[in-house]
C-alpha cells in the first residue's frame, strides 16, 4: 500500500463547488481516519454521482490510491448513485458499525426512507456490493 493518496479535481469541475467540497472532505476524512485507507486504495471503479436537484454530475474516478473528480457521468462507471442534495449530504453522515453502513438511527433510516421513496437510487450496486461498502466506508466522515 502506497504512503501516499492523490485526490484531484479534473480540468472542467474545478468550478464545480461540489467536487471541490469532495476533494477537501475526502483528503481531510482520510488524514483524520488512516484506518480508511484501505478501503481507499481497493476501490479501483468509477462512480457517477448525480445530484437531482442541484443538476450536477461528476463521477469520481477510482484507482487503487488515487481519486480524479470529473464533470458529467462516465460511460463506464460502475456505480452510479443518483439523490438529491439532502440525501447526498445523508451518506457522508452515515455511521459505520462493524465495518458496514449502519441503517437504524435518524441517519440511516432517513437513507433507506430516500431509497424506498425513489430519491435514492444506486445502479450496480449488486453487482458491485464490496465496492459500495467500501465506497459507504470512505466517505462517511465517521
Known amino acids: 500500500m502506497p504512503d501516499t493518496v492523490q485526490i484531484k479535481v479534473a480540468e472542467g469541475a474545478a468550478e464545480i463547488g461540489l467536487a471541490v ?6 483528503t481531510q476524512n482520510l488524514e483524520q481516519n488512516p484506518h480508511k485507507l484501505l478501503d481507499f486504495y481497493n476501490l479501483n471503479i468509477p462512480v457517477g454521482l448525480n445530484v437531482s436537484d442541484a443538476e450536477i454530475k461528476l463521477t469520481l474516478e477510482f484507482s487503487r490510491g488515487s481519486l480524479t473528480i470529473h464533470q458529467g457521468i462516465k460511460d463506464n462507471s460502475g456505480l452510479n448513485i443518483t439523490a438529491d442534495s ?7 453522515n452515515q455511521r459505520i458499525k462493524w465495518g458496514l453502513p449502519y441503517y437504524f438511527d435518524e441517519t440511516g433510516k432517513e437513507i433507506v426512507a430516500a431509497m424506498k421513496s425513489g430519491r435514492l437510487k444506486v445502479k450496480g450496486m449488486i453487482r458491485h456490493f464490496p465496492t459500495l461498502i467500501r465506497f459507504s466506508r470512505v466517505m462517511s466522515i465517521h
Open 21 to 26: 467540497m469532495l476533494r477537501d472532505l475526502l
Open 86 to 92: 439532502g440525501t447526498i449530504m445523508n451518506l457522508s
